[in-house]
């Protein structure tokens, strides 16, 4: 089985009372409309999608950054994914 996956570095100003930590960033994406997330995996539209999301432990003292990965196995599923991701 072949699988989709988009990985991205997400940084966020430390200055910022905004996304301090993993569960802050998944009620972020919850802010999408019918979008429900967990520690491992989101619905979206019907569809799970594989997700991990990793605050890193940088020398940046400006930034936090996130290392966030989605992904999916079915490919039937991709035209929702790529929905998925221009949402987010």
């Known amino acids: 089985m072949e699988t ?3 990985e991205y570095l997400i940084t966020f100003d430390k200055k910022q ?3 301090k930590n993993t569960e802050s ?3 972020l994406l919850q ?3 019918g979008l429900v ?3 491992t995996s989101i619905l979206y539209k019907n ?3 594989q997700f991990e999301n990793k605050l890193l432990d940088t020398d940046d003292h ?3 950054i ?3 990965t989605f992904s999916i196995e079915k490919l039937e599923y991709l035209y929702i994914f790529e929905k998925f991701i221009k949402d987010v």
Do not use: W
């Open 62 to 64: 400006n930034n936090r």
């Open 17 to 19: 009372d905004f996304c």
């Open 37 to 39: 997330c967990n520690d």
């Open 66 to 68: 996130f290392h966030t």
């Open 47 to 49: 569809i799970k999608i």
């Open 25 to 27: 960033f998944c009620f």
């Open 31 to 33: 802010s999408i409309h």
């Open 4 to 6: 989709i996956v988009m």
